[in-house]
């Protein structure tokens, strides 16, 4: 994470404050050092960013916030033709200039130029594609490094294509799963607004009569309309922002992103948590066994998987394996050590690493998180409907007691 230090530097005699941006005081006096060369670095003290600073680093998390990303379709698409150019012989400058004038995608068209000029400059393709990185993905820059070394970009092109068709398949049917649900919870919310803007009020001039306590059912009906009536596009509003808002520190603050990552696989959130954890494991699990398969080392493979990973929790967890195949560990207990494996999964890849057949182990690893994720998405509507049963009977009844308890209790009173 980014800080920021008062650098206090000595030259000539004079003392003055130099603002530095680093991860960690000691890198900040480095910095300095490189930065002021003829000079002495006395003191390094953190400090808070600068107004104007704030101001920018607000604005560019709000523009990347709404920044319209590029579908994967066409970045499948443009992957798939310039695999099927290169197949055919066609140089990778050609290729890309066609790419480039045949793409629908404004911002495919302009960085497929750019990498192609950068290449007619004498760049190679990995060093042409790796400021767009974000766009594209760290597979896809690992891949194309591999189809350099290996002098076949078409290979490593089709593999990238074959990777990003199962991921963009895979969050389409947890899409096309929630989707239903999710339709069905917001009919039901605005139905019940409507009710409660229009029958409520009906019933109001009755509820003020009665002399006696109302129950709490129907106080809670009346405070609801109250609410929505005179503060009804203030909450909205504060809705509306406070989405924006969580969009907003989740995409730009490292800290609110993996406390908010930590809490959505957490045993509490029923189906949410063991969808995110089958669908990133799916996802690291392939690109990893991919890219092992297709000759890349062990080490730089799973550097390259743990960057395709979204949720930080998970990440940090993944992010020791390498680390702990560096102290001499193998592969099978580095996994075991992230506690995100099964035992009988660890036991296959320690099979596959002891049998030369690693890379088929892994096949198998991410073959079954596949049917678990897909086990989860085909039967989503059987464990999501209790939930949406319960949620539809509490609003039936909060409404159906709220408007009909105290009918009883006046037709109670009318007995008397």
């Known amino acids: 994470m980014i800080k920021y230090f008062n650098v206090t530097v000595m030259e000539r005699g004079k003392k003055r404050l130099e603002l530095v941006k680093a991860e960690s005081k000691m890198q900040a006096v480095k910095i300095a050092k490189n930065k002021f060369s003829g000079a002495m670095i006395t003191k390094a003290a953190e400090t808070t960013a600068p107004v104007e600073e704030s101001l920018s680093n607000i604005l560019g998390g709000i523009k990347k916030a709404f920044k319209k990303k590029i579908p994967i379709n066409d970045k499948i698409s443009t992957i798939r033709q310039i695999a099927v150019m290169t197949d055919a012989g066609i140089p990778i400058t050609d290729t890309l200039e066609d790419v480039a004038d045949n793409t629908d995608n404004q911002k495919l068209k302009d960085i497929y130029s750019k990498m192609n000029s950068d290449i007619n400059a004498g760049n190679s393709m990995s060093d042409a594609m790796e400021p767009y990185v974000d766009e594209f993905g760290h597979v896809a820059l690992a891949m194309t490094k591999l189809g350099e070394r290996t002098g076949n970009i078409s290979e490593?092109?089709?593999?990238?294509?074959?990777?990003?068709e199962s991921i963009r398949d895979n969050t389409s049917k947890f899409k096309k799963a929630i989707r239903t649900p999710m339709i069905t919870m917001a009919a039901m919310g605005i139905a019940f607004t409507i009710l409660i803007m229009v029958v409520v009020p009906k019933f109001k001039d009755i509820f003020d009569k009665f002399k006696t306590d109302l129950p709490l059912p129907t106080q809670i009906l009346l405070k609801l309309e109250w609410a929505f009536s005179n503060y009804g596009l203030l909450i909205l509003a504060v809705l509306i922002g406070g989405i924006y808002t969580l969009k907003y520190f989740y995409q730009n603050n490292m800290d609110f992103k993996y406390k908010m990552d930590k809490l959505m696989i957490h045993p509490k959130f029923y189906l949410i948590n063991k969808a995110i954890f089958l669908s990133t494991m799916h996802k690291y699990n392939l690109v990893f066994g991919e890219l092992v398969r297709s000759g890349i080392p062990v080490s730089e493979a799973l550097d390259t998987a743990v960057g395709m990973v979204d949720n930080l929790a998970i990440k940090e967890q993944l992010l020791t394996?390498?680390?702990?195949?560096?102290?001499?560990?193998?592969?099978?207990?580095?996994?075991?050590?992230?506690?995100?494996?099964?035992?009988?999964?660890?036991?296959?890849?320690?099979?596959?690493?002891?049998?030369?057949?690693?890379?088929?182990?892994?096949?198998?690893?991410?073959?079954?998180?596949?049917?678990?994720?897909?086990?989860?998405?085909?039967?989503?509507?059987?464990?999501?409907?209790?939930?949406?049963?319960?949620f539809i009977a509490g609003l039936v009844l909060l409404m159906a007691l709220g408007i009909f308890l105290p009918m009883w209790d006046l037709g109670k009173a009318v007995k008397e």
């Not at 490593?156 to 990003?164: G, P, W």
């Open 156 to 164: 490593s092109y089709h593999k990238l294509a074959d990777i990003l």
């Open 321 to 390: 394996v390498n680390a702990n195949i560096g102290r001499g560990m193998n592969l099978a207990e580095a996994f075991a050590l992230t506690g995100l494996y099964q035992n009988m999964l660890l036991q296959m890849i320690k099979a596959g690493e002891a049998g030369g057949q690693l890379d088929a182990m892994l096949q198998k690893v991410t073959d079954y998180y596949d049917m678990e994720f897909q086990d989860l998405i085909d039967n989503l509507s059987a464990y999501i409907e209790p939930v949406l049963l319960f």
